[in-house]
């Protein structure tokens, strides 16, 4: 139990659907982010939240809405995705991101596994 | 261009056997973490080193920081079955806020 929860798990959607991802996160954290994980790539962020201000969009297309309202949510919104979106979507907090060396380490949700047809 | 790079991608080991994998970048880092990811999991922090020369032991995982702070390796003695996964490095660069991760190592140990 890593203290970071996602649901769903598993996601199949078509292109035309709107549908939305949950993350929360149980561990007093401030900051939040949004992951990609594709087949034999790295780990893409997307988007980062520190306390509830969103302090970074890595150039994410406007398909993906984040949107976080408190310290301890984050919603990822998904509408009108393309096949290639289908990955890994990892959710991630860390305690206070604030510059120091090693304030950035990441815990984990399990991720949902997003499948667009 | 990766800002750090992993090596080897995949490693396929008999159980009993020692294992190193290496995390390499030009950049210089103020922290580097590493995490193991089992399928259908997320990644899973096991360590972060701060220090340039800095070696963390985690029982049979030994961490190792480079002197110069832009690479580090994870060696794994005795590896068992318990120990595959996809092993990934982070790097947090100084007021850059994020972190970078390599693509990974997969590690399979057969029993």
């Known amino acids: 139990e890593t203290g970071v929860t996602q649901t769903p798990r598993h996601l199949v959607m078509g292109m035309t659907n709107k549908k939305s991802l949950k993350c929360e996160q149980h561990?007093?954290?401030?900051?939040m982010y949004w992951y990609k994980q594709s087949a034999k790539k790295p780990l893409e962020l997307m988007f980062v939240?520190?306390?509830?201000?969103?302090?970074e969009n890595n150039s994410v297309p406007s398909r993906f809405s984040p949107e976080c309202p408190n310290s301890s949510h984050l919603f990822l919104h998904l509408h009108t995705l393309q096949p290639e979106d289908s990955a890994l979507y990892l959710c991630?907090?860390?305690?206070?991101?604030?510059?120091?060396?090693?304030?950035?380490?990441?815990?984990f949700g399990p991720g949902t596994r997003l499948t667009v047809t | 261009t990766q800002l750090l790079e992993q090596s080897p991608q995949f490693l396929s080991i008999q159980e009993g056997e020692n294992l190193t994998v290496y995390c390499n970048s030009s950049?210089?880092?103020?922290?580097l973490q590493w995490y193991r990811q089992e399928p259908g999991e997320g990644p899973v922090l096991l360590v972060t080193?701060?220090?340039?020369?800095e070696v963390k032991k985690l029982k049979r995982l030994t961490f190792q920081f480079g002197d110069a702070r832009k690479d580090s390796s994870l060696h794994i003695t005795a590896a068992q079955p318990g120990d595959t996964g996809l092993y990934l490095c982070?790097?947090?660069?100084?007021?850059?806020?994020?972190?970078?991760f390599g693509a990974g190592t997969t590690v399979t140990v057969r029993a």
């Open positions: 991630a907090s860390s305690q206070d991101p604030n510059g120091l060396a090693g304030s950035y380490e990441q815990y």
């Open positions: 950049s210089v880092f103020s922290s």
């Open positions: 080193v701060v220090t340039g020369g």
């Open positions: 561990l007093g954290h401030n900051a």
């Open positions: 939240y520190n306390f509830k201000e969103q302090t």
């Open positions: 982070a790097g947090e660069k100084t007021n850059d806020y994020k972190l970078s």
